[in-house]
């Protein structure tokens, strides 16, 4: 198993609709987790941190299922400038050991 | 701060030629990642640094590859020699900590011919 797994796409949605990434671990033990952002050609942005309460930034919600070694990413009201590709990344040993895990991400396009 | 630099932003080399990649990590962040990024593979750690100290290097490919860190605002990847499969973007990353999440650099595209 992958140690970050995450379906590639492409999702296609049209402006407005409310669209869902899942990501899975394989590392239980794994303690941070994150959502970056990727444009093409460009590096990827640190999007949202993920917490065990689960988080909100605006039109943004992420959550985390230790149980069943999940993140998700919700997106409401998608708008043009959304169409990226969604990075899951997982620190395995958290703290201020290690390195930071990506998953190969899960691309949108948002149409108009 | 202007964030994590990187240098060059491209780069076209014939095969069996070394390259140098240059990174200048975000002022007190103690830990440096070197990525690279490919289509097929996604984003791929090769070496990481803490106080400008190798502390992984697992991921390097093999010894064509070595990289350093001889101060805390400096590193270098090098390749030599270079090869086609070496073609990909490289990103160098810094941080505060890992937990923290990284800033990127811009990224040097390579393309070995």
């Known amino acids: 198993r992958k140690e970050v797994e995450q379906d590639p796409g492409p999702f296609n949605v049209p402006e407005g609709a409310t669209v869902a990434f899942n990501c899975t671990y394989s590392?239980?033990?794994?303690?941070?987790f994150f959502w970056y952002r990727q444009d093409c050609r460009k590096e990827p942005k640190l999007l949202m941190s993920v917490y065990s309460s689960g988080n909100e930034d605006g039109r943004f919600t992420a959550q985390l299922n230790r149980a069943s070694q999940y993140i998700s990413l919700l997106i409401r009201d998608s708008k043009l400038s959304d169409s990226a590709t969604y990075l899951c990344v997982v620190n395995p040993r958290g703290g201020s050991q290690g390195n930071l895990i990506f998953g190969k991400g899960t691309k949108l396009s948002v149409k108009p | 701060d202007a964030g994590v630099i990187q240098s060059p932003r491209h780069e076209v080399t014939e095969m069996g030629q070394e390259v140098t990649l240059r990174c200048k990590p975000i002022?007190?962040?103690?830990?440096l990642f070197w990525y690279r990024q490919t289509m097929m593979r996604g984003l791929e750690l090769l070496i990481y640094f803490n106080n400008n100290v190798p502390i992984d290097d697992s991921g390097m490919p093999e010894d064509r590859f070595s990289a350093k860190m001889p101060n805390a605002s400096f590193s270098t990847l090098k390749i030599q020699p270079s090869e086609p499969r070496d073609s990909a973007v490289y990103f160098c990353?810094?941080?505060?900590?890992?937990?923290?999440?990284?800033?990127f650099g811009s990224g040097t595209r390579l393309t070995v011919v």
């Open positions: 590392n239980s033990a794994s303690q941070s």
């Open positions: 002022s007190g962040h103690d830990y």
């Open positions: 990353a810094s941080s505060l900590k890992p937990n923290y999440g990284y800033t």
